[in-house]
């Protein structure tokens, strides 16, 4: 199949070339600047045709152009102005055409990236949506990945992911101004859909990774704020793939009161999750419909109403999974045969009113009525019969790497019955009055929230016959099911609980403009709270920024920024390893210290941004949690206190002329202490140190109680680098690749027994690398004949992408099993392998 696709790509491409001949001429000549130095890479184009071509080191350029034909010739260049010129060539003529451009103002010239709102919020390039290569779908979420500083993530197949140490429920997201959720009862990357962002309705992008404005919420991590457009025009377009397809349309009408975005989009994993090492029949699909509508009655006045359905379905027949792991000399192999099935269900529903009063542009209101819903069920019966063997590691035996000894057999059982459905109402009002001196903001927000949630939950292990735990045998006995031999399950949770609450919220903040005739400054400061009927608890969190622009360092920025970040707990965090809620927990806290610094620069003519943060976030009545692919289970208690600092870099800029590139590095350590926790080493009579299952004297005679103290969190990644590059054909730039690479340490883990100490193992380093090449086959203007079927189009792309393209094996989670003499065994759960995926994106 993969060959199949590679071939009809090419052909597809190399037809295209075949179309429209005609007489041609050529346009040759310098491009130079104002002090006479030749430019090299000078992008020159024909408007409304594709194809082009850049200058050499000399500034010199050689361009096909059709004859007989009035055009208009653009000779662009980062940091310079934009020249076009309309000439008319004979057809075989040469006609020589010399250019000088004129140099921009660096302060004249948008770089993605750069500080824009002295709140500590980046801009993001939403542009970038439609181009970044995506194993999820959720290409908003995965240019957050790539572009914002301090963010990482092990799951290509998720969209979650952790900023500075934080774990994913600890972000922030919000669409105009409307706080979003995501569903509960997700555990795996191959249940998720596609996130509430739909890529094709954003407007505009910022981003935090710390020390943001008091205007927004109560998460202790990152935000993420999101505006969708305001149609000024009609425009369309759809893209489709492998993985699955979407489309959108937009419109106003002709006195621009009423105007309307839309989008509906489509995926399916199957052909990703047929990559897994687990073989079976994968049936997962999502639907969702988005839409915004806006009316604008008065110039002051405006109303709009955002609303979304969306339906995710997962199902799973697992047939077998074979595992090989282990070391040089030491090489298993875990063999499993599944019987049963897994049906998921996660339907959503999010629906926004926004009024909004502005009169000036100094003031304006908003008053914001949401809601949203979620039912979700999640129910399966897995049996899984396993035998683990040795593998041979001889390179000189015949059977080499073949089953030889066998180190246990067993059987494994699997099931849920998992329900739970949540509502959450809200009003809110915002404010903000400008000034030349000051900005004043404010909001108050009141939220019912009704959670019902049903769980029941075991996991049963048989080792070698015996059921494990394993209860004392009473052999012999009438009745073998006495008190004291209960069957005992490896997990059981059994719970049924239901809560309904109100927060109360607002903030008050203001941003000063202290600035003087050498530098500039912008002192931002705020306060928010919170009260919970549930906990009976108030909340006040101030937060100050001050941002520093020298006059005398024009290209230079510094930042400085703190304050506490409370979370109040959702229900994820209230509920236990039991399943039952603990309504008395706290909100956590997260006090912030953050110090930046932002270079603007030139590089061979062009510009770049240099962003560095260092910070350090003091972390206290923490709720201890573990990690599961992307679920998490809480320890449903304050009982924790930590930290976690780095430093973050990222450099973003016209690496090649025309196309802008990010490569980011990130160094980071968080830690918790777990108040409380203890536990005892055993030594035997020679005085040595018991270690059970390879102790041969494991008859205790002495006991040390230790103390762990801080151990990392399951979000410990030491070492981070992201890179994002895009390269296109010098002489035909509408040929493009988009390559993206990720590398990160390893994160802790340890056997499931609940004891945060013993998660001090380290999953393997996450190395992937996605590659994409894109063909721009209908480019912006062009024109075509009255009877063309394209003619309609504004632009037309079609992409390959490989994703792993390194064939690695990236760890997602463990799956641990154990003998009869309880010595136990993680089983790695890989992620997916190379795949390759062709796409179409079309706009009208």
Same mark, same amino acid.
């Given at each position: 199949?993969?060959?199949?696709?590679?071939?009809?790509?090419?052909?597809?491409?190399?037809?295209?070339?075949?179309?429209?001949?005609?007489?041609?001429?050529?346009?040759?000549?310098?491009?130079?600047?104002?002090?006479?130095?030749?430019?090299?890479?000078?992008?020159?184009?024909?408007?409304?045709?594709?194809?082009?071509?850049?200058?050499?080191?000399?500034?010199?350029?050689?361009?096909?152009?059709?004859?007989?034909?009035?055009?208009?010739?653009?000779?662009?260049?980062?940091?310079?102005?934009?020249?076009?010129?309309?000439?008319?060539?004979?057809?075989?003529?040469?006609?020589?055409?010399?250019?000088?451009?004129?140099?921009?103002?660096?302060?004249?010239?948008?770089?993605?990236?750069?500080?824009?709102?002295?709140?500590?919020?980046?801009?993001?390039?939403?542009?970038?949506?439609?181009?970044?290569?995506?194993?999820?779908?959720?290409?908003?979420?995965?240019?957050?990945?790539?572009?914002?500083?301090?963010?990482?993530?092990?799951?290509?197949?998720?969209?979650?992911?952790?900023?500075?140490?934080?774990?994913?429920?600890?972000?922030?997201?919000?669409?105009?101004?409307?706080?979003?959720?995501?569903?509960?009862?997700?555990?795996?990357?191959?249940?998720?859909?596609? *996130?509430? &962002?739909?890529?094709?309705?954003? /407007?505009?992008?910022? =981003?935090? @990774? #710390?020390?943001? $404005?008091?205007?927004? !919420?109560?998460?202790?991590? *990152?935000? &993420?704020?999101?505006?969708?457009? /305001?149609?000024?025009? =009609?425009? @369309? #377009?759809?893209? $489709?793939?492998?993985? !699955?397809?979407?489309?959108?349309?937009?419109?106003?009408?002709?006195?621009?009161?009423?105007?309307?975005?839309?989008?509906?989009?489509?995926?399916?994993?199957?052909?990703?999750?047929?990559?897994?090492?687990?073989?079976?029949?994968?049936?997962?699909?999502?639907?969702?419909?988005?839409?915004?509508?806006?009316?604008?009655?008065?110039?002051?006045?405006?109303?709009?109403?955002?609303?979304?359905?969306?339906?995710?379905?997962?199902?799973?027949?697992?047939?077998?999974?074979?595992?090989?792991?282990?070391?040089?000399?030491?090489?298993?192999?875990?063999?499993?045969?599944?019987?049963?099935?897994?049906?998921?269900?996660?339907?959503?529903?999010?629906?926004?009113?926004?009024?909004?009063?502005?009169?000036?542009?100094?003031?304006?209101?908003?008053?914001?009525?949401?809601?949203?819903?979620?039912?979700?069920?999640?129910?399966?019966?897995?049996?899984?019969?396993?035998?683990?063997?040795?593998?041979?590691?001889?390179?000189?035996?015949?059977?080499?790497?073949?089953?030889?000894?066998?180190?246990?057999?067993?059987?494994?059982?699997?099931?849920?019955?998992?329900?739970?459905?949540?509502?959450?109402?809200?009003?809110?009002?915002?404010?903000?009055?400008?000034?030349?001196?000051?900005?004043?903001?404010?909001?108050?927000?009141?939220?019912?929230?009704?959670?019902?949630?049903?769980?029941?939950?075991?996991?049963?292990?048989?080792?070698?016959?015996?059921?494990?735990?394993?209860?004392?045998?009473?052999?012999?006995?009438?009745?073998?099911?006495?008190?004291?031999?209960?069957?005992?399950?490896?997990?059981?949770?059994?719970?049924?609980?239901?809560?309904?609450?109100?927060?109360?919220?607002?903030?008050?903040?203001?941003?000063?403009?202290?600035?003087?005739?050498?530098?500039?400054?912008?002192?931002?400061?705020?306060?928010?709270?919170?009260?919970?009927?549930?906990?009976?608890?108030?909340?006040?969190?101030?937060?100050?920024?001050?941002?520093?622009?020298?006059?005398?360092?024009?290209?230079?920025?510094?930042?400085?920024?703190?304050?506490?970040?409370?979370?109040?707990?959702?229900?994820?965090?209230?509920?236990?390893?039991?399943?039952?809620?603990?309504?008395?927990?706290?909100?956590?806290?997260?006090?912030?210290?953050?110090?930046?610094?932002?270079?603007?620069?030139?590089?061979?003519?062009?510009?770049?941004?240099?962003?560095?943060?260092?910070?350090?976030?003091?972390?206290?009545?923490?709720?201890?949690?573990?990690?599961?692919?992307?679920?998490?289970?809480?320890?449903?208690?304050?009982?924790?206190?930590?930290?976690?600092?780095?430093?973050?870099?990222?450099?973003?800029?016209?690496?090649?002329?025309?196309?802008?590139?990010?490569?980011?590095?990130?160094?980071?350590?968080?830690?918790?202490?777990?108040?409380?926790?203890?536990?005892?080493?055993?030594?035997?009579?020679?005085?040595?140190?018991?270690?059970?299952?390879?102790?041969?004297?494991?008859?205790?005679?002495?006991?040390?109680?230790?103390?762990?103290?801080?151990?990392?969190?399951?979000?410990?990644?030491?070492?981070?680098?992201?890179?994002?590059?895009?390269?296109?054909?010098?002489?035909?730039?509408?040929?493009?690749?988009?390559?993206?690479?990720?590398?990160?340490?390893?994160?802790?883990?340890?056997?499931?027994?609940?004891?945060?100490?013993?998660?001090?193992?380290?999953?393997?380093?996450?190395?992937?690398?996605?590659?994409?090449?894109?063909?721009?086959?209908?480019?912006?203007?062009?024109?075509?004949?009255?009877?063309?079927?394209?003619?309609?189009?504004?632009?037309?792309?079609?992409?390959?992408?490989?994703?792993?393209?390194?064939?690695?094996?990236?760890?997602?989670?463990?799956?641990?099993?154990?003998?009869?003499?309880?010595?136990?065994?993680?089983?790695?759960?890989?992620?997916?392998?190379?795949?390759?995926?062709?796409?179409?994106?079309?706009?009208?």
């Amino acid at each position: 199949m993969t060959n199949r696709f590679l071939i009809g790509f090419l052909i597809f491409i190399l037809a295209t070339k075949a179309f429209g001949q005609q007489p041609e001429g050529t346009l040759y000549g310098q491009v130079t600047n104002e002090s006479g130095e030749e430019l090299e890479l000078v992008n020159v184009a024909v408007i409304g045709m594709t194809g082009g071509t850049v200058t050499d080191s000399e500034g010199k350029y050689e361009l096909k152009v059709p004859a007989n034909a009035l055009i208009k010739v653009a000779f662009s260049y980062i940091g310079y102005n934009r020249e076009i010129f309309t000439v008319r060539i004979s057809a075989n003529q040469k006609r020589k055409l010399d250019v000088n451009l004129s140099i921009k103002f660096i302060e004249t010239t948008t770089i993605e990236g750069k500080r824009t709102d002295n709140q500590g919020m980046k801009t993001l390039p939403a542009r970038m949506t439609k181009e970044i290569p995506t194993v999820s779908g959720n290409a908003v979420e995965e240019l957050v990945k790539r572009t914002g500083l301090g963010v990482s993530s092990n799951n290509e197949l998720s969209s979650q992911y952790s900023v500075r140490g934080g774990n994913y429920d600890e972000n922030l997201v919000y669409v105009n101004g409307i706080q979003i959720y995501r569903p509960f009862l997700v555990s795996t990357g191959e249940q998720e859909g596609l *996130s509430f &962002l739909n890529p094709d309705l954003v /407007e505009n992008i910022k =981003f935090s @990774a #710390g020390g943001f $404005a008091a205007k927004y !919420g109560d998460k202790m991590s *990152s935000v &993420l704020d999101i505006t969708y457009k /305001e149609p000024e025009r =009609f425009d @369309a #377009g759809f893209q $489709a793939s492998l993985l !699955g397809a979407s489309a959108f349309a937009q419109d106003v009408n002709s006195k621009k009161t009423l105007s309307y975005i839309a989008g509906i989009r489509y995926k399916t994993n199957q052909y990703l999750l047929n990559s897994l090492e687990t073989s079976g029949e994968y049936q997962p699909t999502f639907l969702d419909f988005q839409g915004l509508v806006l009316w604008k009655p008065s110039p002051v006045f405006h109303v709009s109403l955002l609303g979304n359905i969306s339906e995710n379905i997962y199902e799973m027949i697992p047939e077998s999974r074979e595992t090989r792991f282990g070391t040089l000399n030491e090489a298993l192999r875990f063999k499993v045969y599944f019987d049963g099935r897994e049906v998921d269900r996660f339907r959503t529903y999010n629906s926004a009113l926004t009024l909004r009063f502005e009169p000036s542009d100094e003031f304006n209101i908003r008053l914001i009525a949401a809601a949203y819903r979620s039912d979700e069920s999640e129910t399966y019966d897995i049996q899984g019969q396993y035998w683990l063997d040795e593998l041979e590691t001889d390179l000189g035996a015949d059977d080499f790497a073949s089953a030889g000894i066998n180190r246990g057999v067993g059987t494994y059982l699997e099931h849920a019955r998992n329900y739970l459905k949540a509502d959450v109402f809200s009003v809110k009002h915002m404010g903000s009055f400008l000034n030349e001196k000051w900005n004043l903001h404010w909001g108050l927000k009141a939220q019912r929230e009704i959670i019902n949630d049903e769980m029941w939950e075991y996991t049963m292990l048989d080792s070698a016959g015996y059921s494990l735990p394993h209860s004392p045998d009473n052999i012999g006995n009438m009745f073998p099911f006495t008190p004291d031999n209960t069957l005992e399950m490896n997990k059981l949770i059994v719970s049924e609980s239901s809560i309904s609450s109100t927060r109360y919220s607002g903030y008050l903040q203001n941003k000063w403009d202290l600035s003087n005739e050498q530098t500039e400054y912008y002192l931002t400061t705020g306060m928010r709270f919170q009260y919970w009927t549930l906990n009976d608890e108030w909340l006040i969190s101030p937060r100050l920024s001050i941002d520093i622009d020298p006059t005398w360092e024009n290209d230079i920025t510094y930042r400085l920024a703190g304050g506490v970040y409370y979370q109040p707990p959702f229900f994820r965090e209230m509920r236990g390893f039991d399943g039952r809620l603990n309504t008395d927990i706290q909100a956590q806290r997260s006090i912030h210290a953050v110090a930046g610094q932002y270079w603007d620069f030139l590089a061979w003519g062009r510009p770049f941004h240099f962003a560095t943060e260092i910070y350090y976030k003091h972390l206290d009545n923490l709720i201890p949690y573990e990690v599961d692919n992307v679920r998490l289970r809480y320890f449903a208690d304050n009982m924790a206190h930590g930290y976690a600092t780095g430093v973050d870099m990222k450099i973003n800029g016209e690496f090649v002329n025309g196309v802008e590139s990010y490569a980011g590095l990130s160094v980071m350590q968080t830690q918790a202490d777990i108040e409380g926790d203890y536990y005892f080493e055993y030594y035997n009579s020679d005085g040595e140190l018991i270690v059970p299952g390879f102790s041969v004297n494991d008859t205790p005679v002495d006991s040390v109680k230790k103390e762990p103290g801080y151990v990392p969190r399951p979000t410990d990644r030491r070492v981070n680098f992201t890179l994002y590059f895009q390269d296109y054909l010098p002489k035909n730039p509408t040929y493009k690749m988009h390559l993206n690479l990720v590398f990160g340490t390893g994160l802790p883990f340890g056997p499931p027994s609940h004891e945060r100490y013993k998660d001090t193992l380290r999953m393997p380093s996450y190395k992937r690398v996605d590659i994409g090449f894109s063909k721009q086959l209908i480019a912006e203007d062009q024109g075509f004949r009255a009877n063309s079927p394209f003619r309609h189009f504004e632009s037309i792309w079609v992409t390959l992408e490989v994703f792993n393209l390194l064939q690695n094996n990236n760890t997602v989670s463990y799956l641990w099993i154990s003998d009869i003499n309880n010595r136990q065994y993680a089983i790695p759960k890989y992620l997916t392998s190379r795949r390759i995926n062709f796409r179409l994106i079309a706009k009208f």
